[in-house]
């Protein structure tokens, strides 16, 4: 007997692939890149924006680039991304200027702004078909967080064994974005890009009655606005946020940690994510999204007690650990939600997925400002104990905006 994968697994491995090896590829150009441009002469200020800047490059172009993905096609607009994306790394090891880095970041957002709403829209068209919305997200966020883990080590091995030779530490990552191209060119059905049609022949055969009666569902019990959903989002990611690129100072000014002991942490968390990830896929899809949806506030509530409470090897890592699981939850039942808001109309579901995305990008340029600021001007006791308040807001309104989503649906 032979075991047969259908089209829709096919296209969510595929899109793991994609992720594993995209994140690779730029975890190694994220892990030089600063480094590069501390040797051209920036600012630690400068870097910043230079590390920034592609995330607010894809913020600006993702409700224009989604629309054309609905037209033009969800694959087609993928392949353009991913193509364009691969050839960042080729820029950067040609550059020696630093407004030729500014540059290339922003062509750097401006190929995400292509790539992620199609590729979110793909993953939520295809798990809706086999039940597993959250856990097609799950698995999509484990293959990048461990692509990333590894992107990160190849990188710094890379650089140590070359005498820091950036040009060639950025050929490698290269050659490595080659492979996500070719697995979507090769292995993403054509025919997934009928989703865009809506539905299936169960839907197109509806009745007209059952069509009037699907319309007037919709009038009286209308699915919650994007921007309401996008603005969870933006609290989500802000206080998650809030530590992403200081952690490193608060486990080895804050908590004594040394750098050998700050790697072993980051190591940790690969695995914490590589298995809480599909567990949480499969209760957010079985059990709870709502529940789901929630640890990620109660994640950084906790972690920011934690970390204030011991300011240690120990207290740090059980501080860390509890981040990486709230991450890990959150991005499953976040998927599972833009999936339930974009079915409404599935002609523009690209576009309406990027909406929904916009709050999730924008916390992730506000929060380590924030966190940098409140750090600081009063001290790291403060900025966690704001963190905290951040996610008990967050955590309300996850309450009433999932109330509203059980309302919508049918």
């Known amino acids: 007997m032979k075991f047969k994968l259908g089209s829709d697994s096919i296209a969510i491995l595929t899109m793991m692939g994609e992720g594993f090896f995209a994140r690779l590829s730029f975890s190694v150009v994220g892990f030089a890149l600063p480094l590069y441009a501390r040797s051209l002469g920036l600012t630690l200020s400068e870097i910043g924006l230079l590390i920034s800047l592609n995330v607010?490059?894809?913020?600006?172009?993702?409700?224009?680039?989604?629309?054309?993905?609905?037209?033009?096609?969800?694959?087609?607009?993928?392949?353009?991304?991913?193509?364009?994306?691969?050839?960042?790394?080729?820029?950067?090891?040609?550059?020696?200027?630093?407004?030729?880095?500014?540059?290339?970041?922003?062509?750097?957002?401006?190929?995400e702004a292509m790539r992620d709403p199609?590729?979110?829209?793909?993953?939520?068209?295809?798990?809706e078909k086999r039940n597993a919305v959250a856990s097609a997200f799950a698995w999509y966020a484990t293959a990048r967080s461990v692509g990333a883990s590894l992107g990160h080590a190849v990188s710094g091995v890379l650089l140590t064994l070359t005498a820091?030779?950036?040009?060639?530490?950025?050929?490698?990552?290269?050659?490595?974005?080659?492979?996500?191209?070719a697995l979507v060119a090769r292995c993403v059905p054509r025919d997934s890009e009928r989703a865009?049609?809506?539905?299936?022949?169960?839907?197109?055969?509806?009745?007209?009655?059952?069509?009037?009666?699907?319309?007037?569902?919709?009038?009286?019990?209308?699915?919650?606005?994007?921007?309401?959903?996008?603005?969870?989002?933006?609290?989500?990611?802000?206080?998650a946020q809030m530590l992403h690129g200081l952690f490193p100072?608060?486990?080895?000014?804050?908590?004594?940690?040394?750098?050998?002991e700050t790697g072993i942490l980051y190591a940790l968390s690969t695995f914490v994510v590589l298995?809480?990830?599909?567990?949480?896929?499969?209760?957010?899809?079985?059990?709870?999204?709502?529940?789901?949806?929630?640890?990620?506030?109660?994640?950084?509530?906790?972690?920011?007690?934690?970390?204030?409470?011991?300011?240690n090897f120990p207290g740090i890592a059980v501080g860390r650990c509890v981040d990486d699981m709230g991450k890990a939850a959150f991005r499953p039942?976040?998927?599972?939600?833009?999936?339930?808001?974009s079915a409404s109309d599935s002609k523009r579901r690209a576009t309406t997925i990027s909406i929904t995305s916009l709050g999730q990008d924008a916390g992730e340029?506000?929060?380590?400002?924030?966190?940098?600021?409140?750090?600081?001007?009063?001290?790291?006791?403060?900025?966690?104990?704001?963190?905290?308040?951040?996610?008990?807001?967050?955590?309300?309104?996850?309450?009433?905006?999932?109330?509203?989503?059980?309302?919508?649906e049918p």
């Open 56 to 111: 607010a490059v894809a913020m600006a172009l993702k409700p224009v680039m989604a629309r054309n993905a609905d037209r033009s096609g969800w694959r087609r607009s993928i392949l353009a991304g991913v193509g364009i994306r691969g050839l960042v790394p080729l820029l950067l090891a040609f550059s020696s200027l630093p407004w030729q880095l500014f540059g290339i970041r922003a062509v750097h957002g401006m190929s």
């Open 118 to 127: 199609p590729v979110n829209t793909l993953l939520a068209v295809h798990g």
């Open 164 to 181: 820091s030779n950036f040009s060639l530490v950025f050929i490698v990552a290269f050659g490595l974005s080659a492979v996500p191209l």
């Open 196 to 239: 865009q049609a809506g539905g299936n022949k169960t839907e197109t055969a509806a009745t007209p009655a059952a069509q009037d009666e699907t319309a007037s569902s919709a009038v009286t019990r209308p699915p919650p606005k994007a921007f309401a959903v996008a603005g969870l989002g933006l609290f989500m990611s802000t206080t």
């Open 249 to 260: 100072i608060l486990a080895t000014e804050y908590g004594g940690l040394s750098a050998a």
């Open 275 to 311: 298995f809480a990830g599909p567990l949480f896929g499969w209760l957010s899809d079985r059990v709870s999204r709502d529940v789901v949806l929630m640890v990620r506030g109660g994640a950084n509530i906790v972690s920011s007690g934690v970390y204030l409470a011991a300011p």
């Open 333 to 341: 039942a976040w998927g599972a939600m833009m999936a339930l808001v």
């Open 365 to 408: 340029i506000i929060g380590p400002v924030l966190a940098g600021l409140l750090w600081n001007t009063w001290g790291i006791a403060v900025m966690l104990g704001v963190r905290i308040f951040l996610a008990v807001v967050t955590e309300c309104y996850a309450l009433i905006l999932g109330r509203k989503v059980h309302a919508a």
